[in-house]
């Protein structure tokens, strides 16, 4: 199993995850076919994104909308880690992607990077697993 490690600062931290990605799939020898990208636990997701400031800021802002820090949750009075926004934004993320191979490459737009997104309320290390097919 092709995995990889990354360290995170949680609190929506969303780091470029393209090239260890990129690196499996060169890896695994397969020229056509699909890559999953998929994180491991219940508090991050993957996507794309155009990897620039502006638009990495707006993602993140997005999602204090949708689901606010401070807001009431359920979880909250089951674990009383204070991460129930953090459960929610990743639901609704998802924990994995898959995108094409074509030629030995992931098959993504120029400003198209695949990101991994920390919803925890700590720094973190996530495991990204990529499976090959
Ligand atoms: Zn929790």
Do not use: C
């Not at 993602?59 to 674990?79: D, Q, R, S």
């Not at 120029?110 to 499976?131: A, C, H, I, S």
């Amino acid at each position: 199993m092709a995995s990889f490690k990354v360290q995170t600062k949680g609190f929506n931290d969303i780091i470029d995850i393209t090239d260890k990605t990129e690196k499996i799939v060169e890896d695994s020898g397969v020229d056509n076919g699909i890559a999953m990208i998929f994180v491991v636990g219940s508090t991050a997701g993957i996507t794309t994104i155009e990897y620039e400031k502006g638009v990495v800021e707006d993602l993140k802002e997005i999602f204090e909308k949708i689901a606010p820090v401070k807001g009431n949750y359920y979880h909250e009075e089951a674990w009383h880690d204070g991460n129930g926004f953090s459960h929610v934004r990743a639901a609704i993320l998802k924990p994995s992607l898959t995108v094409p191979i074509e030629s030995g490459k992931l098959l993504l737009g120029t400003w198209q990077q695949v990101v991994l997104v920390d919803f925890d309320n700590k720094p973190r290390e996530r495991k990204v697993v990529v499976k090959v097919v």
